[in-house]
């Protein structure tokens, strides 16, 4: 049974650059929600999708944007990237009536320089 | 609005010690979930536990157990006779129950277990 798997593990990409991150949920799960988790804190929500729609956002710019897939998988898309948008970005995934269980990903390590 | 406070930033152990880590929650919610999260130094968020706002029975599993007390809006974390491999942050959220709703996330404690 596949866990949620995330690629790139790193990236590194200067300031004013596009960045897509993927995600594949748990065999099973329909739902994808994604977190940004700067240096020493804790995860903060971006936004969540399911049936392909974004279905709740968190208080992040509008270049932040994403995609869910038919099969599930999901892509998070950062435009015009700030030093600030260095962080870990995890991805979760969860199936609707679960109970809110969301099971994370091992998360992409961007870097703005 | 929800939030969580994990008041302890980090915490250092021998190993064999009991820990306990604090985790107090806000919401005006009368349903929710709360969950415990260990991260590892490998970054990813390993589900440790989900306790639902209608069930304050307190858990144990293994060396783990958990003390949820809505009077005190607490849901608080033991490890008994800690381990090295305990060594992690660890992170407490809160969700609303429903379909849509995101994790709320306290800033977590960094535990340190030494031998």
């Known amino acids: 049974d596949a866990g949620v798997t995330q690629s790139p593990t790193h990236l590194i990409k200067t300031r004013g650059q596009q960045v897509t991150l993927r995600c594949s949920p748990k065999s099973g799960h329909d739902t994808v929600s994604w977190y940004q988790q700067a240096l020493g804190q804790g995860p903060q929500f971006i936004f969540q999708y399911y049936e392909e729609e974004e279905r709740q956002r968190g208080n992040f710019p509008d270049r932040f944007s994403g995609h869910q897939f038919p099969n599930y998988s999901s892509e998070l898309n950062v435009n015009a990237l700030l030093l600030g948008d260095s962080a870990l970005y995890l991805c979760?995934?969860?199936?609707?009536?679960?109970?809110?269980?969301?099971?994370f990903g091992p998360g992409t390590r961007l870097t703005v320089t | 609005a929800q939030k969580v406070t994990q008041a302890q930033t980090e915490i250092s152990v021998v190993e064999k010690e009991d820990v306990t880590l604090d985790c107090v929650y806000e919401?005006?919610?009368?349903?929710?979930?709360l969950f415990w999260y260990k991260q590892p130094p490998s970054g990813e968020l390993v589900f440790l536990i989900r306790r639902n706002s209608f069930d304050e029975q307190n858990e144990i599993s293994g060396r783990y157990s958990w003390n949820f007390q809505k009077s005190t809006s607490s849901f608080n974390f033991t490890i008994t006779a800690s381990q090295v491999v305990d060594s992690a942050v660890y992170f407490c959220?809160?969700?609303?129950?429903?379909?849509?709703?995101?994790?709320?996330f306290g800033t977590g404690t960094r535990l340190q277990v030494t031998l």
């Open positions: 919401t005006r919610d009368t349903t929710y979930y």
């Open positions: 979760a995934s969860s199936l609707v009536g679960q109970g809110n269980e969301q099971y």
């Open positions: 959220a809160l969700t609303l129950t429903g379909t849509a709703s995101k994790l709320t």
